[in-house]
């Protein structure tokens, strides 16, 4: 006989066979979904090792301890921890992601005010494109007939 286990899943008890938990919650089949390559043999949740209530854990590059700094997660580099929960850099991508979104979208107005200033001022003086489109054709054809 089969053994079953209970799964609560939306405020219900399902049965879940030992076939399906064999073929959908191994831990080779919750690195398939990891990976996003899930078959859709099980509907419910598959988990990989270490994982729990808080996601899983990730282990920060350097760039990512950075992140984590430059969101005030940690007070400095060194006090980042080897392991960091999945939710915890998440958060911290997502923040640094709109940072420097904000940033460019700052940098962006302020070289359209620069290049219109510099456009009056160009005006102003009386220079434009059309003139200097003129006067550079007009000197390639004084070249032309000079040769």
Same mark, same amino acid.
């Given at each position: 006989?089969?053994?079953?286990?209970?799964?609560?899943?939306?405020?219900?008890?399902?049965?879940?066979? *030992? @076939?399906?938990?064999?073929?959908?919650?191994?831990?080779?089949?919750? =690195?398939?979904?990891?990976?996003?390559?899930? $078959?859709?043999?099980?509907?419910?949740?598959?988990?990989?090792?270490?994982?729990?209530?808080?996601?899983?854990?990730? /282990?920060?590059?350097? $760039?990512?301890? /950075?992140?984590?700094? *430059?969101?005030?997660?940690?007070?400095?580099?060194?006090?980042?921890? =080897?392991?960091?929960?999945?939710?915890? %850099?998440? /958060? +911290? !991508?997502? @923040? $640094?992601?709109?940072?420097?979104? @904000?940033?460019?979208?700052? %940098?962006?107005?302020?070289?359209?005010? +620069?290049? +219109? *200033?510099?456009? =009056?001022?160009?005006?102003?003086?009386?220079?434009?494109?059309?003139?200097?489109? =003129?006067? *550079?054709? +007009?000197?390639?054809?004084?070249?032309?007939? !000079?040769?």
């Amino acid at each position: 006989m089969a053994t079953t286990t209970h799964i609560k899943e939306r405020g219900t008890r399902r049965r879940k066979s *030992w @076939l399906t938990r064999v073929v959908c919650c191994s831990w080779i089949s919750g =690195r398939r979904q990891a990976l996003g390559m899930n $078959f859709g043999l099980c509907r419910l949740q598959c988990k990989g090792p270490k994982q729990g209530k808080d996601g899983g854990y990730h /282990k920060p590059s350097d $760039f990512d301890k /950075k992140i984590l700094v *430059w969101t005030k997660r940690y007070a400095d580099v060194s006090q980042v921890p =080897r392991e960091v929960t999945n939710i915890q %850099m998440k /958060k +911290a !991508k997502d @923040l $640094f992601r709109i940072r420097v979104n @904000l940033m460019m979208v700052a %940098m962006t107005v302020v070289l359209a005010a +620069a290049y +219109a *200033w510099s456009g =009056r001022r160009a005006a102003q003086r009386g220079d434009s494109i059309v003139r200097q489109n =003129r006067l *550079w054709h +007009a000197e390639g054809q004084d070249a032309d007939n !000079k040769a």
